[in-house]
């Protein structure tokens, strides 16, 4: 066990692992069993994976450089999650292993385990029906990148992957005042834990390889190693900062590995943001798109776009924005449909935002088969709207845009010049707030399953609601 700074008693209980049977996972889970192993009847292999009934059993691996607590992390989590810990120690002490034989003599003499000798340990050991029934913690393996390579040619796959990080200099202080307890293997620190009991400190003694050259140069063999373990589990993986209570890394791994997140399973995300003028969808469809590689379809930039390049629909368009009219739904549908029927958007996925305004413009969406797979309300007060929109500036000789309260211009000069756009006009945006809420309701029942999102606070804190609600499954309505 490597951890020095946590306390012993274990945290105060907390819900479960969940078992929800999700469907889209198990044939996710199913089509990669059947890629790797490739069996030459595939109907008794699908039947003794699905017997085996462990889809949604925990599989987690947690790594981290020495010091960094990750054994402790494991531990705990494990008790909360009743699932099995493997470490290599236990694994190559495994009495009932043959092969543990061979690779017990190596580690006891300090020697490293050939990759493929450890690798057939860990397959050997997630064969045993306590891993299948109740999921497993991989704790420090893989700590190459050949150990991860040949761990997923197995078809050993971990749903969730946990790495802990901390400075070298707090990790080689930790490790400095490492202490351990040789009748319980339990683990102290001079500083941040040292146990009450007189009993028990005289009895500590300070384990071999935890100078100050040593843990330096183990460092220095974790960081060459690490850069090239991360790549290989690009969509599963969360860094969590071990520089702080230990308690407070174990809570927020056990948050993540309790969350059910986008998976590799088919799953395009087709995002739609819905709001008023002013509530910040232009903002997070770009936080979105630059993050997930989503497209953004700002639909009134496709019809500038489309006027702008004199395409066919473009010219259709241009005299509606002359006389300044609303472009024809059917005009604007198809429009849309072109860029959404294009490849990077099937492929990648979409979030849309600036349609439908309305209950028609929705149900044309929606007859043309373009449904979203997740939808968001921004809800912003019309105060705040009004301050954000009514105040904006802009400075005809440099073109540089302001705002009178979160972004005064520099110098009365600049301010005396200073031009309000005509659609921030404080008639103009109540007008538009008027036309979005006079159809909220029938988008709202259109859309039963949207999320509402508190859409006046910090835009970072609003695309992490909005993230959450992408990443994990939708809530089931309880009738």
């Known amino acids: 066990m490597d951890s020095t700074t946590a306390p012993h008693r274990i945290p105060p209980e907390m819900p479960q692992y969940g078992e929800e049977n999700h469907i889209f996972e198990l044939m996710q889970n199913m089509l990669e069993q059947l890629l790797i192993h490739q069996p030459e009847d595939p109907i008794p292999f699908m039947i003794q994976h699905l017997h085996k009934d462990n889809d949604n059993v925990p599989r987690i691996v947690i790594l981290g450089p020495p010091a960094s607590g990750k054994t402790t992390i494991a531990m705990w989590l494990c008790k909360h999650l009743n699932s099995s810990l493997l470490t290599l120690e236990n694994l190559v002490l495994n009495e009932f292993s043959f092969t543990a034989t061979k690779a017990r003599r190596l580690y006891l003499q300090r020697k490293t385990i050939p990759s493929a000798l450890l690798v057939q340990l860990i397959?050997?050991?997630?064969?045993?029906?306590?891993?299948?029934?109740?999921?497993?913690?991989?704790?420090?393996?893989?700590?190459?990148?050949?150990?991860?390579?040949?761990?997923?040619?197995?078809?050993?796959?971990?749903?969730?992957?946990?790495?802990?990080?901390?400075?070298?200099?707090?990790?080689?202080?930790?490790?400095?005042?490492?202490?351990?307890?040789?009748?319980?293997?339990?683990?102290?620190?001079?500083?941040?834990?040292?146990?009450?009991?007189?009993?028990?400190?005289n009895r500590l003694m300070v384990p071999?390889?935890?100078?100050?050259?040593?843990?330096?140069?183990?460092?220095?063999?974790?960081?060459?190693?690490?850069?090239?373990?991360?790549?290989?589990?690009?969509?599963?993986?969360?860094?969590?900062?071990?520089d702080q209570p230990c308690v407070d890394v174990f809570y927020q791994a056990l948050t993540y590995v309790q969350s059910n997140h986008r998976t590799n399973a088919p799953f395009t995300p087709r995002v739609l943001l819905l709001g008023p003028v002013g509530s910040g969808k232009s903002l997070q469809a770009a936080l979105l798109a630059q993050k997930y590689r989503l497209v953004n379809v700002c639909c009134g930039q496709l019809l500038k776009e489309a006027v702008a390049d004199r395409t066919t629909f473009g010219e259709l368009v241009q005299p509606f924005f002359e006389k300044e009219m609303a472009v024809p739904d059917g005009l604007?549908?198809?429009?849309?449909?072109?860029?959404?029927?294009?490849?990077?958007?099937?492929?990648?996925?979409?979030?849309?935002?600036?349609v439908p305004r309305d209950l028609d413009q929705a149900h044309l969406l929606k007859s043309l088969g373009y449904n979203p797979n997740?939808?968001?309300?921004?809800?912003?007060?019309?105060?705040?709207?009004?301050?954000?929109?009514?105040?904006?500036?802009?400075?005809?000789?440099?073109?540089?845009?302001?705002?009178?309260?979160?972004?005064?211009?520099?110098?009365?000069?600049?301010?005396?010049?200073?031009?309000?756009?005509?659609?921030d006009a404080e008639e103009q945006v109540k007008l538009k707030m008027d036309l979005f809420y006079r159809n909220l309701a029938d988008l709202e029942q259109l859309y039963g399953s949207a999320i509402t999102v508190n859409g006046d606070?910090?835009?970072?804190?609003?695309?992490?609601?909005?993230?959450?609600?992408?990443?994990?499954?939708?809530?089931?309505?309880?009738?």
């Not at 449909?337 to 935002?353: A, E, P, Y």
């Open 123 to 201: 397959q050997e050991r997630l064969a045993e029906e306590d891993c299948i029934k109740r999921g497993w913690i991989l704790d420090g393996i893989p700590e190459t990148r050949e150990q991860a390579l040949r761990i997923q040619t197995l078809g050993i796959t971990p749903r969730h992957v946990i790495v802990l990080s901390a400075p070298d200099t707090v990790l080689i202080e930790r490790n400095l005042g490492k202490r351990i307890d040789p009748q319980t293997g339990e683990i102290y620190h001079t500083t941040f834990d040292w146990p009450p009991e007189s009993e028990i400190q």
């Open 374 to 423: 997740r939808v968001f309300f921004l809800n912003v007060p019309f105060d705040s709207i009004m301050e954000r929109l009514t105040l904006r500036r802009i400075d005809p000789v440099t073109g540089e845009r302001y705002h009178l309260m979160y972004k005064p211009p520099p110098t009365m000069e600049i301010q005396a010049r200073l031009l309000q756009n005509p659609k």
């Open 208 to 242: 071999e390889d935890i100078s100050e050259l040593e843990t330096a140069q183990k460092l220095l063999e974790y960081h060459r190693n690490i850069v090239r373990v991360i790549p290989s589990y690009p969509k599963i993986l969360k860094v969590i900062s071990a």
């Open 332 to 354: 604007l549908m198809k429009v849309l449909s072109q860029r959404l029927d294009q490849q990077d958007c099937i492929q990648k996925g979409w979030v849309l935002h600036g």
């Open 457 to 479: 606070q910090d835009p970072y804190t609003v695309f992490e609601y909005i993230e959450s609600g992408i990443i994990n499954p939708l809530p089931k309505k309880i009738p």
